[in-house]
């Protein structure tokens, strides 16, 4: 019976990593950020559009369709208003429930608009402002173009936090770092994607894995050269993965990750550190360097382009589910 006492008395995974990382839920549904309790929530159209179609949902959904139902305007109009009113209403209820920061995104068709970016995530903190949502809440998630990054440089200049996403090389987190931005949110799993694809393999160890080496190399330029953005590790494919970037300043998990690894009794050590490389030196790119460095690395230009083309579908498909309500 002590034995099993013992057993039971180990911390998980999970909660070593909380000691290590500040944990962040990949998710938009209120539900499983409640039961893992993270200290910040990271949301995306994808996830949005995933958690609106769930039934527990259902109303909040009814009631955005509805107010978008008594407005005037074009339908298309209305439809993305739509969509920016319930992403503000998940981020209101998931600040909540958090402690700190929840992200939400702008629309990727704006990706290569810098005027535009900044309108929207202007806009974004007005809403939130009117659901009683404090902008020191709220990262306003951009993706990681040269236009992007320049509007997350006005943004945060003007108080409004910024998560820059999609990041896939060192090119894009040092404009990102000279731009001041508060976070990054460098993508392992997609690179590790790219990487087993062009090298015909299965996987990867974790010591070995692309997307991790990505992540630890971002993260010793950013400690080495006193970068006050904090660093987050996301778009994890399994918790080899995130173990091995563990002690990274946070780390963005889905539901199904966070289970695996609330399960999972092993000792974990900090490992964000280890196996690393010396850092780069500090390089201050111009737009023509930060295009050039992009244009010459096909892994981070293809999952970038990529990415934003799946954020901007999910975003249409969200605007036509709400279409179709009205």
């Known amino acids: 019976m002590q034995q099993a006492n013992d057993h039971e008395a180990q911390p998980t995974a999970l909660e070593q990593l909380r000691a290590l990382s500040?944990?962040?839920?990949?998710?938009g549904e209120i539900q499983s950020i409640k039961q893992y309790q993270p200290t910040d929530a990271t949301t995306n159209p994808s996830?949005?559009?995933?958690?609106?179609?769930?039934?527990?949902?259902?109303?909040?959904?009814?009631d955005?369709?509805?107010?978008?139902?008594?407005?005037?305007?074009?339908?298309?109009?209305?439809?993305?208003?739509?969509?920016d009113h319930l992403m503000t209403l998940f981020g209101r209820d998931i600040t909540g429930i958090i402690p700190r920061y929840v992200s939400t995104e702008v629309d990727a068709h704006l990706s290569f608009?810098?005027?535009?970016?900044?309108?929207k995530g202007r806009e974004f903190i007005e809403r939130y402002s009117q659901?009683?949502?404090?902008?020191?809440?709220?990262?306003?998630k951009i993706a990681s173009t040269w236009e992007g990054?320049?509007?997350?440089?006005?943004?945060?200049?003007?108080?409004?936090?910024?998560?820059?996403?999609?990041?896939?090389?060192?090119?894009?987190?040092?404009?990102?770092?000279d731009a001041g931005v508060t976070l990054i949110s460098p993508f392992v799993g997609r690179i590790t994607d790219w990487y087993k694809a062009s090298d015909?393999?299965?996987g990867y160890a974790p010591e070995q894995d692309p997307g991790v080496a990505s992540v630890r190399r971002i993260y010793a330029y950013a400690k080495a050269h006193a970068y006050p953005t904090q660093v987050m590790a996301a778009s994890f494919r399994n918790s080899g993965q995130i173990l091995a970037l563990a002690g990274c300043d946070l780390l963005t998990i889905s539901p199904k990750l966070l289970a695996k690894?609330?399960?999972?009794?092993?000792?974990?050590?900090?490992?964000?550190?280890?196996?690393?490389?010396?850092?780069?030196?500090?390089?201050?790119?111009?737009?023509?360097?930060?295009?050039?460095?992009?244009?010459?690395?096909?892994?981070?230009?293809?999952?970038?382009?990529?990415?934003?083309?799946?954020?901007?579908?999910?975003?249409a498909q969200l605007q036509s589910l709400i279409a179709a309500g009205l």
């Not at 500040?22 to 998710?27: C, G, K, L």
């Not at 990054?149 to 990102?176: D, H, K, P």
């Open 113 to 119: 608009n810098t005027e535009l970016t900044i309108a």
């Open 261 to 315: 690894l609330g399960e999972t009794q092993i000792p974990v050590q900090r490992a964000i550190d280890s196996g690393g490389r010396e850092p780069d030196e500090r390089v201050a790119l111009d737009e023509s360097g930060f295009r050039w460095r992009m244009t010459s690395d096909a892994m981070a230009t293809e999952k970038l382009a990529e990415g934003i083309r799946k954020f901007a579908a999910d975003q």
């Open 200 to 202: 015909g393999v299965d």
């Open 131 to 140: 659901l009683g949502v404090d902008r020191s809440r709220v990262l306003i």
């Open 149 to 177: 990054i320049r509007a997350a440089s006005v943004l945060e200049a003007e108080g409004i936090r910024c998560n820059m996403t999609l990041i896939f090389s060192l090119a894009q987190a040092m404009a990102c770092f």
């Open 47 to 62: 996830l949005v559009l995933a958690a609106a179609q769930m039934l527990e949902y259902a109303g909040l959904l009814d």
């Open 64 to 83: 955005v369709i509805a107010q978008a139902a008594g407005q005037s305007g074009r339908l298309e109009e209305r439809a993305a208003d739509a969509v």
């Open 22 to 27: 500040t944990i962040v839920a990949d998710t």
